[in-house]
């Protein structure tokens, strides 16, 4: 099946079930007439009911490692502790002191989705353990910066500019992609999206009851945290355009591909009617809208992984500035893979790929000889996993590695 028929038909659906447009017009929708407004913006007595706060904290925490991990003239003094620190937020490791002071972590909130997890502990630390590793593992290879990398031995390759392990694994990437999944879109799609967990708050919606202090029913909350996890952060460029983050940003990558055109819309136009339904107690609708939103979400980190496998399959070479941007792009594919336990079929509620699939999928990709520089191994398996993961969505790998957008 054509992904992009999927996703139109997603949007048509919930279009012409809910009759909602995206206008301040009068439509009746089920039973109900309210105003759907264009962008995500919504008032109560004149001042905006929109908290996502604590998203924007971490989404910057991520940002802020991203940066330093990534900083090479800094890693001949690069910190390993203070990298261990950013996770759970210890002993003030941001510059930011607003980040330090904030309450939040990344760490907390990492496989601690309500209905994957709530009753899952064992997984959810073992998935906590294994970014504790990664974070440790990134001080490590950092201290290596002066040793050149190589099949087995972790250093810096592209004139010191990147490092790797002695796999050719970029750590900083896997722990970058790997955490837009098992935090960011698992707190999303599976946590303040649940409709158990939104349900909760039911009565409390329906009396317009607002938590102490606030402009917003907890219910209204919730659904605005999710919303944050996507598009919660941008910064201006020097230029003036507008820096996206994370999630939006590769949303609109995917979107310049034809073959997903209108992805950003169906996900941007699906939380501005599910908001405005729970304002209104339409609880048919919003639950139409966590559908269209699940499905989007989670099809993007599986297009990138298809792309970034291919990328570096095609970049494998014994040229080594090849080998080494080939090193950069199946990094990127691991962090995305890794994120697929956390996405959501809306048909089922449970991901496109379980923790078991996922973990073979990572081992079968590093599984040659070093990892990564075992080339005709690595090749073949990015192969393999490419066809399982577009197998699993319904797209091709045709479509998925079709250009597009930018990023």
């Not at 206008?23 to 996502?52: A, C, H, I, K, M």
């Not at 698992?186 to 009851?209: F, I, P, R």
């Not at 990572?362 to 073949?380: A, Q």
Request: proline share 2%.
């Amino acid at each position: 099946m054509n992904f992009k028929a999927i996703t139109i038909l997603a949007a048509a659906t919930f279009t012409v079930s809910s009759l909602v447009s995206c206008s301040s017009d009068d439509d009746s929708v089920n039973g109900l007439s309210y105003d759907v407004p264009s962008t995500y913006q919504f008032e109560r007595n004149g001042e905006t009911s929109v908290n996502f706060s604590g998203q924007t904290q971490r989404i910057k925490m991520l940002a802020e490692f991203d940066a330093y991990s990534k900083n090479q003239a800094g890693y001949p003094d690069f910190d390993a502790q203070k990298v261990i620190d950013m996770f759970s937020n210890s002993n003030n490791p941001f510059a930011d002191d607003e980040l330090n002071n904030s309450g939040k972590q990344l760490r907390s909130k990492t496989a601690a989705s309500a209905d994957y997890f709530s009753a899952n502990t064992v997984e959810a630390n073992e998935i906590k353990t294994t970014f504790d590793n990664l974070f440790t593992e990134m001080g490590t290879v950092a201290a290596q910066y002066e040793t050149t990398g190589a099949p087995g031995v972790a250093g810096s390759v592209d004139a010191g500019k990147r490092l790797v392990n002695g796999n050719g694994l970029e750590i900083n990437q896997a722990i970058i992609k790997g955490l837009m999944g098992a935090c960011f879109m698992d707190q999303a799609l599976n946590n303040y999206l649940s409709t158990t967990v939104l349900d909760e708050t039911k009565l409390a919606n329906d009396a317009g009851t607002l938590e102490d202090g606030a402009n917003y029913t907890t219910m209204e909350h919730k659904w605005d945290e999710a919303y944050g996890y996507v598009f919660g952060y941008t910064t201006t460029n020097t230029d003036g355009s507008v820096k996206k983050y994370y999630w939006e940003s590769y949303m609109n990558t995917v979107n310049g591909n034809p073959y997903f055109e209108g992805i950003t819309d169906n996900i941007k136009n699906a939380f501005i009617k599910g908001r405005a339904a729970i304002v209104n107690k339409d609880y048919t609708t919003r639950n139409e809208q966590i559908k269209v939103i699940k499905q989007n979400l989670s099809v993007i980190g599986a297009v990138r992984a298809v792309y970034y496998l291919h990328e570096g399959k095609e970049l494998l070479s014994t040229d080594e500035l090849a080998t080494i941007k080939s090193f950069h792009a199946l990094s990127e594919a691991y962090g995305f893979i890794a994120g697929l336990r956390f996405t959501n079929n809306p048909a089922t509620n449970s991901p496109y790929f379980t923790g078991e699939e996922v973990n073979a999928m990572l081992e079968s990709l590093t599984g040659g000889e070093n990892g990564f520089w075992d080339m005709d191994y690595t090749s073949n398996a990015a192969d393999a996993v490419s066809a399982q993961i577009a197998q699993r969505f319904g797209f091709t790998v045709e479509q998925a590695i079709t250009e597009g957008g930018s990023h």
